[in-house]
C-alpha cells in the first residue's frame, strides 16, 4: 500500500512563500509522476504542478512563474517551492502519485492546508 504524507502547510500573507513537502512510502515503479493539487472552499480540486520520474514538468497557469516543482526520485519525494503567494492560493493542497502497471494506480495524500492573507 502507497502512503503519501505532506507537511510545509501554513498562513502567509500575500506575498510571502511556503515549501510543501511530499514523502511517499510503499511499493511505487521507478516511472511515475508525483504532483499537487489544491481544492478551494466551494471549488473542484485543480491541478497546481506534476514532474514525472524523468523529469517532464507541467504547471497550472496561475502558478507559472512563481510556484516550482521538484522531486528526489530516490527518496519518492516531491517538493513544491511557492512563491510570491497570493489569497486565492489558499487552499488545501494535495500531494499525489500516478503510475501504471497493469492499470492505473492513483494515491492522494491527506492534504495540508495554506493560507494567505491580504
Known amino acids: 500500500q502507497v502512503q503519501l504524507v505532506e507537511s510545509g502547510g501554513g498562513l502567509v500573507q500575500a506575498g510571502g512563500s511556503l515549501r510543501l513537502s511530499c514523502a511517499a512510502s510503499?511499493?511505487?515503479?521507478?516511472?511515475?509522476?508525483m504532483g499537487w493539487h489544491r481544492q478551494a472552499p466551494g471549488k473542484q480540486r485543480e491541478l497546481v504542478a506534476t514532474?514525472?520520474?524523468?523529469?517532464?514538468?507541467n504547471y497550472a497557469d496561475s502558478v507559472k512563474g512563481r510556484f516550482t516543482i521538484s522531486r528526489d526520485n530516490g527518496k519518492n519525494t516531491v517538493y513544491l517551492q511557492m512563491n510570491s503567494l497570493k489569497p486565492e492560493d489558499t487552499g488545501v493542497y494535495y500531494c499525489?502519485?500516478?503510475?501504471?502497471?497493469?492499470?492505473?494506480?492513483?494515491?492522494w495524500g491527506q492534504g495540508t492546508q495554506v493560507t494567505v492573507s491580504s
Open positions: 514532474k514525472a520520474n524523468g523529469g517532464t514538468i
Open positions: 499525489n502519485v500516478l503510475y501504471f502497471t497493469n492499470r492505473k494506480y492513483e494515491y
Open positions: 510503499g511499493s511505487i515503479p521507478r516511472i511515475n509522476i
